[in-house]
């Protein structure tokens, strides 16, 4: 199934687009995750056909405990960037207040907002609590799938920040509104049947990105394995699974505000923001 939070509801998406479905109590799409119950939505009715450019869609997930980012899990991401590739998965940890809803202006923050970059992903939303988990079962902890843009301040990255002059990937990837996910899930039983989504980032209508998921060095279940060796993913997690090459710190084209930047993923979904100028003030509450 391929289900989408919208602000009317969950919504079922199939070829004539998003149907509202008649979720109970009208819980959450999250609800559904973190309870390991998303197959009951196959069974409940649509109550109306809904317009993708009359609701408001939400992330999957608006608050993980946890996200975990994985680097350099592209050959050629890591080509460009003069890295050789991991012999086992490179992973930090981001906070879930950075993720913000697809539509949503993502400002530019205030201490680092000339070299921002953008990083076209296939998001992995955990859905079932576990730790040590074999390869072999990890699918059976995967809700789904969705679109990610794993946006970094690379001068914050790399500690070339005055504000922060000391290498903090976190940092440089948690800021608010930093991690859009969305606009769709595709459960897992569907996801583990494609192994080369198309994935494309686009910066003002130009294609920056062009790959596929059969590109990706570690796969799913090596990812969610490796991972929960060293810590518990809980449901709710987000795993965001590597970018591709065509990244803006390969040719300092970053992003500035005003530029709209869409990651679709074949299958699931085009993920559209807007850059925004960085806020007045020091206050940051809320990204959009």
């Not at 930093?178 to 769709?184: E, I, M």
């Not at 060095?217 to 809980?234: K, N």
């Not at 040719?251 to 990651?263: F, I, M, N, S």
Request: aromatic share 6%; glycine share 12%; proline share 9%.
């Amino acid at each position: 199934m391929l289900l989408a939070q919208t602000g009317d509801g969950i919504a079922r998406v199939g070829p004539d687009g998003p149907q509202l479905l008649d979720s109970p109590g009208g819980r959450p799409l999250e609800d559904f995750i973190v309870g390991g119950r998303l197959a009951e939505l196959a069974a409940l009715r649509p109550v109306k056909d809904i317009d993708w450019e009359q609701t408001v869609p939400a992330p999957p997930v608006r608050r993980p405990g946890k996200i975990v980012i994985i680097g350099l899990n592209y050959r050629d991401h890591a080509a460009e960037t003069g890295n050789p590739l991991p012999a086992f998965p490179r992973f930090h940890l981001i906070p879930g207040s950075a993720v913000t809803a697809p539509g949503a202006t993502i400002h530019l923050p205030t201490c680092a907002p000339l070299r921002v970059d953008y990083e076209g992903e296939l998001g992995v939303v955990i859905g079932r609590t576990g730790r040590d988990i074999p390869e072999s079962a990890a699918w059976d902890f995967v809700a789904g799938g969705t679109v990610a843009n794993d946006l970094s301040a690379r001068d914050v990255q790399f500690g070339e920040n005055a504000a922060l002059p000391m290498p903090n990937p976190a940092v440089a990837k948690g800021f608010d509104g930093f991690k859009p996910l969305g606009p769709a899930l595709l459960t897992a039983d569907e996801l583990r049947l494609h192994d080369a989504l198309d994935l494309t980032t686009e910066v003002n209508g130009v294609v920056r990105q062009r790959s596929t998921t059969a590109e990706l060095v570690f796969s799913i279940p090596q990812l969610v394995a490796y991972v929960s060796s060293f810590l518990t993913l809980e449901a709710g997690d987000v795993i965001l699974t590597g970018t591709p090459g065509g990244t803006g710190v390969a040719d300092g084209r970053y992003l500035a505000a005003g530029d709209v930047v869409a990651v679709t993923i074949g299958g699931i979904g085009s993920l559209v923001n807007t850059i925004g100028a960085p806020r007045s003030g020091r206050r940051q509450e809320e990204a959009g």
